[in-house]
């Protein structure tokens, strides 16, 4: 019989790989880039271990070559879905009895693969799928979920250390049950390495999962679920099912099973669950653990004492990194008047010196917009900005959709500091500037707080330390990850725990053992080891 009590290393962040002139990794990914452009593949749908094809179809094209199809999708409907609830339903049991050992043993495998053999394979299918450069496929569909499957093996060897005290005669401990019922983990575009946490979080800790992919990632969401089979994860533990948000959601939702919700994507659609819940709560078996991630309107304020360089790398690499296509990505920043000619000139043109294009290109910084809905969008505000007499572009603004989705980095500056640009979330490359009387320091602070209904990220340069400290005060509530002298992207697992308050999320910090808390249902259990013999207490003793 097993009895040690496993002790797990401290994992280091995995180092990130360079893809330089002449690297083996660049000549690796360059090849897996063409691999998996040359064959359109099928891609079902996955429950209890098993592929399901429904004939309804969808398809994933290449954003920057839009007419280039990389895979036709199956597409859940009614049937499918239910048989993902009983798939996870069934393997529920034997997965929450399994160690804790050998449930983190299977995502360490997915690791040490993805950190091998498939780290090309993740890399290639996410730049094609999602159009991001080496550089962002490397920090996210390798590193960041490398570090998550690691990471959260690890916070869970910690949870389960936590125990209660006892005392001579009375023996207490702490049970670290899974929830009863299942997860639903609902996955957005935007990162793959979100797209395997939140499916994988909750199940670490011995849950059954639900997925729903975003229909624009299905394509390297495939490839982490079948990184999964590899690595030894038993069947419907995690249940893959593309198709419409509306009807997996909706039917999913209404079952009365549901233990929890696992989500990133927009505040709006967050709010629709959270009221479909609350309709739902007499039918479900437990109230479910609801925890989301959802938008930003992510700022850069500077002071007059900011490094004029530091600043304006800043606003570029937040602002345009992925096309502003994170939900971290600075869309307004607020400049004094007194730095703002030379943060202009930096800007300027360091933004005309980016290059836009393929991302097969390696030269190139930045690639195409998810699809034709978010170009559309992101045009729009453009077009306002346009046509406003309180806004000027000062670079970009140009669009072009023939070839692919692409829309060249744009910064608009504007008198107004409530200008729509300034407070509606647009997730694109566009990013507004308010100038500001250096003398109304303290008044642009209070603008910067209380402009965006948000509260996920936000950055901060000054090199006055007074300045930085109460900055630090002021902006308590305005982002829940904040930067001092850096851009407000790239949270690190481990290092920078992520997520937003406000109408930004929960605020569940993935990349720390608190997500993972709220995938556990606690039982204190308490063993006395010499129990009374009467009921009687001395204090009812009459002398």
């Not at 090849?31 to 064959?39: A, D």
């Not at 690890?154 to 006892?166: A, K, V, W």
Request: net charge neutral.
């Amino acid at each position: 019989m097993f009895n040690a009590i496993s002790a797990m290393r401290q994992p280091q962040n995995e180092g990130l790989l360079s893809y330089g002139p002449g690297s083996p990794e660049k000549a690796e990914l360059k090849k897996k880039l063409q691999e998996l452009q040359k064959r359109e593949i099928e891609i079902p749908l996955i429950i209890g271990g098993k592929e399901v094809r429904t004939g309804k179809m969808g398809e994933c094209i290449i954003p920057h070559k839009k007419d280039h199809i990389l895979a036709k999708y199956h597409m859940a409907g009614e049937k499918e879905i239910t048989m993902a609830i009983e798939a996870a339903h069934q393997a529920k049991d034997e997965w929450e009895r399994m160690p804790w050992e050998h449930r983190a043993s299977v995502f360490l495998r997915a690791a040490e693969l993805l950190s091998g053999p498939w780290r090309s394979t993740l890399n290639a299918a996410t730049m094609l799928g999602q159009s991001k450069t080496a550089h962002q496929a490397e920090i996210d569909s390798a590193c960041e979920l490398i570090d998550f499957l690691r990471f959260n093996a690890y916070y869970l060897s910690q949870i389960i250390e936590e125990q209660p005290n006892s005392t001579q005669d009375s023996w207490n401990r702490l049970q670290y049950r899974p929830l009863e019922g299942f997860v639903f983990a609902v996955t957005p575009f935007n990162f793959t390495a979100i797209g395997g946490n939140l499916p994988t979080a909750p199940a670490i800790v011995g849950n059954t999962v639900v997925w729903k992919p975003a229909s624009t990632a299905v394509y390297s969401n495939y490839f982490v679920m079948k990184l999964l089979q590899e690595a030894g994860l038993p069947d419907g533990v995690i249940n893959f099912v593309p198709g419409s948000g509306s009807k997996v959601g909706n039917m999913v939702l209404d079952d009365p099973a549901l233990a929890g919700i696992h989500f990133t994507g927009s505040t709006q659609v967050f709010g629709d669950i959270w009221r479909k819940v609350a309709g739902n709560l007499r039918q479900y078996k437990a109230y479910p653990r609801i925890v989301g991630e959802t938008g930003g309107k992510n700022f850069v304020l500077a002071h007059d004492s900011a490094d004029v360089g530091a600043l304006a790398t800043g606003l570029v690499r937040g602002a345009f990194e992925y096309q502003g296509q994170k939900c971290s990505a600075a869309s307004r920043a607020y400049i004094p008047q007194s730095i703002w000619p030379s943060v202009k000139e930096r800007l300027l043109d360091d933004v005309a010196s980016i290059k836009m294009g393929d991302v097969e290109n390696f030269s190139n910084f930045m690639s195409a917009v998810i699809d034709g809905n978010a170009f559309r969008s992101i045009r729009s505000f453009i077009d306002y900005a346009q046509e406003s007499p309180e806004a000027e572009i000062l670079c970009g603004g140009q669009s072009d959709d023939r070839e692919g989705y692409f829309i060249r980095p744009t910064v608009i500056v504007t008198t107004n500091p409530r200008f729509r640009t300034m407070e509606e979330e647009i997730f694109g490359p566009v990013l507004t500037v308010y100038v500001y009387p250096d003398q109304e320091f303290e008044k642009t602070v209070a603008q910067c707080t209380e402009t965006s209904p948000y509260g996920l990220t936000g950055a901060v340069f000054a090199r006055d330390r007074r300045v930085v400290c109460n900055l630090e005060k002021q902006l308590n509530h305005a982002a829940s990850n904040f930067y001092i002298n850096d851009k407000p992207t790239g949270a690190v697992v481990g290092q920078q725990p992520f997520g937003g308050s406000r109408a930004s999320g929960t605020n569940d910090k993935a990349g720390s053992k608190l997500n993972l808390y709220r995938w556990i249902n606690p039982r204190t259990i308490k063993e006395n080891l010499n129990p009374p013999k009467k009921y009687g207490y001395s204090f009812m003793e009459e002398e």
